[in-house]
């Protein structure tokens, strides 16, 4: 084997593959990345037996062949190397060598035979994608994902397909977030739980362009197909939240606010709630909602604070407790100027929505407060 490539191109390569090598393994091979030749190109591919990804790189290929190399040091060592083009290429010994300018390092090298082959998809249901709008629909729904395995179905989003529209829904059992999108094309109705794991990487990978990606989705497994990239990742098992009917449909209290400067009012008392000092402890917000305005106020042992602003409400005066970071999260994904916030109850879910956007939601339950 014998290639020459553009190091930018290859970095680019390497950087979409190596966070799905496996580092914790009982199989050393896949600790590694597979390179593989065809015509002008290399094939790219790493695997942890639950995500595999393939990327494709334009190259010289002078010599075709397939090698796994160790995927930190591989990388590591391209990353320092000058921004200039790089042969690479296998000697007598089944070692790599890494020729740039001045630079020679040679690296061991595994048996591409034993590297274990992607799964074979047999898509029974598919959708395409401009690959800003899913970009946009996995920012404004992961964070929202559960971090807590024991219950491994909502540590993934639900992708589903009813009545023509794509719903991503994510949940941790105290908020929700959920984006849709109306298809231009019909589509069959599906659904699957794809992990988050695979979405963040996913979105890593995709660009912010108007570039098709395709999504399609089997039994227990699901592929992302774009021009020089597959991703293959297994599903999530189990029953997904019925969503739909834990959105309250009405609301008894609303107000219409600027969403920088709330965001602005929640990051400052954030500082006294989310204390540095007493890092075991979180202490909630307490939101007022009077006539025309609305009052934010925590207090603890590091000392207290309050947030007054001037909003358009309407319905009745309402207290609330709430995590900060639950609303901060949802404000840093939405880009309108003005969002409605909906309160039921003091104990009722609130809902922060986009005043012109009516495709994102993002639900958060309560926290009870303390009687004075």
């Known amino acids: 084997m014998k290639i020459v490539c553009e190091k930018e191109k290859l970095i680019k390569g390497i950087n979409s593959v190596i966070k799905t090598t496996s580092l914790k393994t009982t199989m050393p091979i896949l600790e590694g990345i597979l390179i593989q030749t065809n015509k002008n190109e290399i094939k790219l591919t790493s695997y942890d037996l639950e995500i595999g990804i393939e990327y494709i790189v334009q190259a010289n290929i002078k010599e075709e062949g397939s090698i796994v190399v160790n995927s930190i040091m591989f ?66 729904t992961i964070f929202a994902v559960s971090n807590e395995e024991n219950r491994p179905i909502f540590t993934g989003c639900l992708f589903e ?55 399609g989705i089997s039994k227990n497994q699901a592929l992302f197909e774009m021009e020089k990239c597959k991703v293959v990742t297994r599903l999530l098992d189990g029953e997904f939240l019925n969503y739909s009917s834990v959105i309250p449909t009405s609301w008894e209290t609303r107000i219409r606010v ?9 990051e400052r008392i954030s500082l006294i709630s989310a204390s540095v000092i007493e890092k075991e402890k979180k202490y909630p917000v307490k939101l007022f909602v009077d006539i025309g305005k609305i009052v934010i106020s925590c207090a603890n042992q590091m000392g207290d ?68």
Do not use: H
């Open 75 to 140: 990388s590591e060592i391209i990353k320092k190397l000058p921004n200039t083009d790089i042969s690479i290429s296998l000697n007598e010994k089944n070692l790599l060598i890494i020729e740039c300018e001045g630079s020679i390092y040679k690296l061991t090298t595994m048996n591409p035979e034993e590297f274990p082959e992607l799964p074979k998809i047999n898509i029974e249901n598919s959708v395409n994608l401009e690959q800003c709008i899913l970009k946009n629909m996995i920012r404004k």
């Open 305 to 372: 604070a309050k947030e007054e602003m001037y909003v358009s409400t309407e319905g009745k005066n309402i207290e609330i407790g709430i995590n900060p970071k639950y609303f901060l999260d949802a404000l840093k994904v939405i880009e309108d100027e003005e969002i409605f916030i909906d309160f039921g109850n003091s104990i009722s879910p609130c809902i922060i929505r986009p005043v012109e956007d009516g495709d994102y939601l993002y639900m958060v339950l309560p926290i009870r407060l303390k009687e004075d």
């Open 161 to 215: 397909i009813i009545d023509n529209k794509l719903n991503v829904v994510a949940v941790d059992g105290f908020r929700l977030a959920w984006k849709n999108k109306i298809l231009s094309t019909k589509q069959n109705n599906f659904s699957a739980v794809i992990p988050s794991k695979t979405l963040n990487e996913i979105n890593k990978i995709i660009l912010d362009s108007y570039d098709n990606i395709k999504i």
């Open 258 to 266: 600027n969403k920088e400067l709330i965001q602005n009012c929640f």
